[in-house]
Nanobody, 129 residues
Framework: QLQLVESGGGSVQAGGSLRLSCAAS????????MSWFRQAPGKEREGVAT????????FYADSVKGRFTISRDDAENTVYLQMNSLKPEDTAMYYC??????????????????????WGQGTQVTVSS
């Protein structure tokens, strides 16, 4: 089963930047769509950004367009989320997810026309004003 591990979270001031990383146990990023989600206390887990296999087309939630950039390094089996101009409302637990289609856990979320069921443990991002 695919294993995902996030890193790079932390506490920053508004306007600052962070770069999140998601390392996969298998070479799958060139095959499956990968997304970043986030979940703030008391809210639903929401999709933030998606990168597709192949050419690597990227899509973003309106709330982060122009500020966040998703990318991948297939050789290192890693997906990144560069977060700039951070705002307090970006504070959340950030999760990496894969749209594998078969396998992984029972918790599933629909985002960008795909089901996501493979998740990392999350990395906390806290933005203070």
């Amino acid at each position: 089963q695919l294993q995902l591990v996030e890193s790079g979270g932390g506490s920053v001031q508004a306007g600052g930047s962070l770069r999140l990383s998601c390392a996969a146990s298998e070479y799958t990023y060139s095959v499956y769509a990968m997304s970043w989600f986030r979940q703030a206390p008391g809210k639903e887990r929401e999709g933030v950004a998606t990168i597709l296999p192949g050419e690597g087309s990227a899509f973003y939630a309106d709330s982060v367009k122009g500020r966040f950039t998703i990318s991948r390094d297939d050789a290192e089996n890693t997906v990144y989320l560069q977060m700039n101009s951070l705002k307090p409302e970006d504070t959340a637990m950030y999760y990496c997810a894969a749209s594998v289609g078969v396998g992984c856990g029972l918790y599933r979320r629909w985002y960008g026309g795909r089901w996501y069921a493979c998740w990392g443990q999350g990395t906390q991002v806290t933005v203070s004003s």
